[in-house]
């Protein structure tokens, strides 16, 4: 009996150890068609990928925000990839962490009328001038600073000798570099430019109406020193812009479209920048266009090709009148489907240098006549006044002046030579 027992019990550990193996087959099998699986869609995903590239979604302008505003759904996967991202970010100089947005702002603003107006046609002149850097950097000698001019002379020092020129036109635009603010965290550069927002009097109380904001000094105090001096010069009846910021100044009725544009850090990748803002500005119904461009290289008399480019391309989309600073120089002027691109117009009330090698600098004036519907018929021929960033030999008082004699034609003369073969 023992001996059947012991049979039995062996068949049934067998049956067990049957029934175990058969079960882990099963969930062996299981798995394997898991990873099966896994595997197909992997492969599937490469394929796709290859043919397609990931899904990246932005707004109206690519290029137009800061690194940081470009949002994107695709994940980057890659460590070199992030790795790239980060040190690009790290090169950004801190105007371009410049609160651009991906979208346009605009903004009309109206002006109040100044020049005499013809009632058989409508004109508008408008005047343009260079760098005004109504500041100084904290290691300058403060004595010799334009912030010492001012707490001496007040702000109706600055402009005393151009004043009436800009009273007379319809509309004075300047290229505002350096901050106006309280802010004391100094970016991490060599010059950085700041003074009271008291300081934006020196161009409301001489008949400045615009500021363009689009360069490399806009944010020498961080982002709040650029928001800061978006108020003070705003609180002064001053309209800015620059970078995506763009307005529209009535001026009798007419609309001028005005945009700033800063090409140093990107040079041709601002061209999808140029053509969007143009394109807003026209949709905004701007009867006439005036681009400024903060481009070019210091101490450089002639312009490079990023600037020819971009200038061509500002005109090409409907730009009447294109604007330059940046050099410290003058540059030449040329005439381009019957449109005036101003290279560089040089320095003009510039706190930036108490001592330059080179004082030229002009103010540039154009003439834009319209019908009764509105419509521009005539844009005149540029009216070029040299001046000189101060009003005392061997120093800056930065008081700029107007040139005679000589000295005016030796400017034009200058001018002249640049503008050949432009």
């Given at each position: 009996?023992s001996g059947?027992?012991d049979a039995?019990?062996?068949?049934?550990r067998?049956?067990?150890k049957?029934?175990?193996?058969?079960?882990?087959?099963?969930i062996?099998?299981?798995l394997?068609?898991?990873?099966f699986?896994?595997?197909?869609?992997?492969?599937v995903?490469?394929?796709?990928?290859?043919?397609?590239g990931?899904?990246?979604?932005?707004s109206?302008d690519?290029?137009?925000?800061s690194?940081?505003?470009k949002k994107?759904?695709?994940?980057?996967s890659s460590?070199?990839k992030?790795?790239?991202?980060k040190?690009?970010?790290k090169?950004?100089?801190?105007?371009?962490?410049?609160s651009?947005?991906?979208t346009v702002?605009l903004?009309t603003?109206?002006?109040s009328?100044?020049g005499?107006?013809?009632?058989?046609?409508?004109?508008?002149?408008?005047s343009?001038?260079g760098?005004?850097?109504?500041?100084?950097?904290?290691s300058?000698?403060?004595s010799?600073?334009?912030?010492a001019?001012?707490?001496?002379?007040?702000?109706?020092y600055f402009?005393?000798?151009?004043?009436?020129?800009f009273k007379?036109?319809?509309?004075?635009?300047?290229?505002?570099e350096g901050?106006?603010?309280?802010e004391?965290?100094?970016?991490?550069k060599?010059f950085?430019?700041?003074?009271?927002?008291?300081?934006a009097?020196?161009?409301?109380?001489s008949?400045?109406?615009?500021a363009?904001?689009?360069?490399?000094?806009?944010?020498?105090y961080?982002?709040k020193?650029?928001?800061?001096?978006i108020?003070?010069?705003e609180?002064?009846?001053?309209?800015?812009?620059?970078y995506?910021?763009?307005?529209?100044l009535?001026?009798k009725g007419?609309?001028?479209?005005v945009?700033?544009i800063y090409?140093?850090?990107?040079h041709?990748?601002?061209?999808s920048?140029?053509?969007q803002?143009?394109?807003a500005?026209?949709k905004?119904?701007?009867?006439?266009i005036i681009?400024n461009?903060h481009w070019?290289?210091?101490?450089?008399?002639t312009?490079?090709?990023n600037?020819k480019?971009l200038?061509?391309l500002?005109?090409?989309?409907?730009a009447?009148?294109v604007?330059?600073?940046h050099?410290?120089?003058?540059?030449g002027?040329?005439?381009?489907?019957?449109k005036?691109?101003?290279y560089?117009?040089?320095?003009?009330?510039f706190?930036?240098?108490s001592?330059p090698?080179?004082t030229?600098?002009?103010?540039?004036?154009?003439?834009?006549t319209?019908?009764?519907k509105?419509?521009?018929t005539?844009?005149?021929?540029?009216?070029?006044i040299?001046?000189s960033?101060?009003?005392s030999?061997?120093?800056?008082?930065y008081?700029?002046?107007p040139?005679?004699?000589d000295?005016?034609q030796?400017v034009?003369?200058?001018?002249?030579?640049y503008?050949e073969?432009?």
């Amino acid at each position: 009996m023992s001996g059947i027992k012991d049979a039995k019990k062996k068949r049934a550990r067998r049956r067990r150890k049957r029934q175990i193996q058969r079960i882990l087959l099963i969930i062996a099998m299981i798995l394997i068609l898991i990873g099966f699986l896994f595997l197909i869609r992997a492969a599937v995903h490469a394929v796709v990928n290859k043919f397609t590239g990931p899904t990246v979604t932005t707004s109206a302008d690519k290029t137009a925000g800061s690194p940081k505003n470009k949002k994107t759904t695709a994940k980057k996967s890659s460590k070199k990839k992030k790795s790239s991202k980060k040190n690009t970010q790290k090169k950004k100089s801190s105007e371009k962490k410049s609160s651009e947005k991906d979208t346009v702002e605009l903004k009309t603003v109206t002006l109040s009328k100044k020049g005499k107006n013809n009632t058989d046609k409508l004109s508008l002149t408008i005047s343009s001038t260079g760098d005004c850097t109504l500041g100084t950097d904290e290691s300058f000698n403060y004595s010799a600073s334009l912030n010492a001019y001012y707490e001496s002379h007040g702000a109706d020092y600055f402009f005393q000798h151009v004043r009436s020129i800009f009273k007379k036109d319809d509309l004075s635009i300047v290229n505002m570099e350096g901050t106006l603010t309280d802010e004391t965290a100094r970016e991490a550069k060599t010059f950085a430019f700041k003074a009271p927002a008291e300081y934006a009097s020196i161009l409301s109380g001489s008949s400045i109406e615009a500021a363009n904001l689009a360069n490399n000094h806009s944010h020498d105090y961080g982002e709040k020193s650029y928001t800061d001096t978006i108020s003070a010069l705003e609180d002064a009846g001053i309209a800015s812009f620059g970078y995506n910021r763009i307005k529209i100044l009535k001026i009798k009725g007419i609309k001028v479209g005005v945009t700033g544009i800063y090409e140093l850090a990107d040079h041709q990748k601002r061209a999808s920048q140029v053509k969007q803002n143009i394109k807003a500005l026209k949709k905004a119904g701007a009867q006439v266009i005036i681009v400024n461009f903060h481009w070019g290289i210091e101490k450089q008399y002639t312009p490079d090709e990023n600037q020819k480019a971009l200038a061509h391309l500002a005109v090409d989309e409907g730009a009447d009148l294109v604007i330059g600073h940046h050099p410290h120089v003058l540059e030449g002027i040329e005439e381009y489907n019957g449109k005036y691109i101003c290279y560089s117009l040089g320095n003009f009330c510039f706190g930036g240098n108490s001592t330059p090698s080179d004082t030229d600098s002009m103010i540039v004036q154009q003439t834009f006549t319209f019908n009764k519907k509105g419509k521009l018929t005539k844009s005149s021929k540029l009216n070029i006044i040299p001046c000189s960033i101060s009003s005392s030999s061997g120093y800056n008082d930065y008081c700029p002046v107007p040139l005679t004699g000589d000295a005016k034609q030796r400017v034009l003369d200058k001018i002249s030579q640049y503008s050949e073969g432009l």
